[in-house]
């Protein structure tokens, strides 16, 4: 009989090779919700997870020349720094004891997943927004384009590594605003992917030196996920997933009521 989260592992991974999104945003909830794992563990645990997961499918695209190096860069320029930035607070903050990270976290978490989900049904009109203003306004978008594209990482580098959630479906709605013509389809994906291994590398880092990383958990999810998210690039190239990332958004938008319930 397989491992309940070995299987947990290969869903997720298959997802994220599919869709660039599931990494934290299912994982984490996930752990919390489903195996009764506190934030803290789950976070620094889902974040070596999503790294390592996330790799296996970037090196298909890296092969196929499907990442955008000019918008990877970009995006990290904003989201290291943010993220090295958010971990040295979470470590001062725990060791003052002012108020309990787990519920910090799970709260933060609750909120990113409703607005992940928000963003994935909202993401064919902001996609529409973005198109619009890049041929209305063709030279003003472009001059801001870089600067929101950091921005972006920025927000995104917070909120990683304060819940692991937000990379996947928070990056891949910004990106389709930001680059309504240039990112679309195999790209978006890869691109998006791409900028989460590095940015949950260093987040997770900053979690493990804390020793809030749950070995044994990370090595049983990654059994599952390593071939997981191979069999959700290869499907990524034969299937139409829209149907697939509004089902993602649906249970998003339940996990993030359901930790807000407590």
């Known amino acids: 009989m397989l491992d309940p989260l070995m299987l947990a592992g290969l869903g997720v991974g298959i997802l994220v090779g599919l869709t660039g999104v599931g990494g934290g945003a299912m994982m984490t909830p996930l752990l919390v919700l489903l195996f009764g794992y506190a934030?803290?563990?789950?976070?620094?645990?889902?974040?070596?997870?999503?790294?390592?997961?996330?790799?296996?499918?970037?090196?298909?695209?890296?092969?196929?020349?499907?990442?955008?190096?000019?918008?990877?860069?970009?995006?990290?320029?904003?989201?290291?720094?943010?993220?090295?930035?958010?971990?040295?607070?979470?470590?001062?903050w725990?060791?003052?004891?002012?108020?309990?990270?787990?519920?910090?976290?799970?709260?933060?978490?609750?909120?990113?997943?409703?607005?992940?989900?928000?963003?994935?049904?909202?993401?064919?009109?902001?996609?529409?927004?973005?198109?619009?203003?890049?041929?209305?306004?063709?030279?003003?978008?472009?001059?801001?384009?870089?600067?929101?594209?950091?921005?972006?990482?920025?927000?995104?580098?917070?909120?990683?590594?304060?819940?692991?959630?937000?990379?996947?479906?928070?990056?891949?709605?910004a990106l389709m605003y930001l680059y309504p013509f240039r990112l679309q389809g195999v790209r978006l994906v890869?691109?998006?992917?791409?900028?989460?291994?590095?940015?949950?590398?260093?987040?997770?880092?900053?979690h493990w030196m804390v020793g809030a990383v749950d070995w044994a958990l990370l090595g049983a999810l990654l059994t599952g996920s390593v071939p997981g998210v191979l069999i959700g690039v290869w499907l990524s190239r034969r299937l139409s997933v829209q149907w697939l990332s509004m089902a993602i958004a649906c249970l998003l938008a339940i996990s993030g009521i359901k930790l807000l319930s407590g």
């Not at 955008?68 to 979470?90: E, H, K, N, Q, Y």
């Not at 001059?143 to 594209?149: A, C, D, E, I, Y």
């Not at 890869?190 to 900053?206: E, N, Q, W």
Request: overall charge positive.
């Open 190 to 206: 890869a691109t998006d992917l791409a900028h989460a291994i590095p940015l949950a590398l260093v987040a997770g880092a900053m």
């Open 94 to 173: 725990g060791g003052n004891g002012a108020v309990s990270l787990d519920v910090l976290m799970r709260d933060a978490m609750a909120w990113l997943l409703l607005l992940s989900a928000l963003g994935i049904f909202c993401r064919n009109r902001l996609h529409q927004l973005g198109t619009s203003l890049r041929l209305e306004r063709a030279e003003q978008f472009k001059r801001w384009q870089g600067g929101l594209t950091v921005a972006a990482g920025a927000l995104i580098g917070v909120a990683v590594s304060l819940t692991s959630v937000g990379a996947g479906a928070l990056g891949a709605v």
């Open 39 to 92: 934030p803290g563990v789950a976070v620094a645990t889902d974040l070596l997870f999503a790294a390592v997961t996330k790799s296996c499918g970037v090196a298909v695209h890296y092969r196929a020349g499907t990442i955008d190096r000019v918008v990877l860069r970009r995006l990290l320029i904003g989201s290291l720094p943010a993220a090295l930035f958010v971990g040295v607070s979470l470590r001062y």
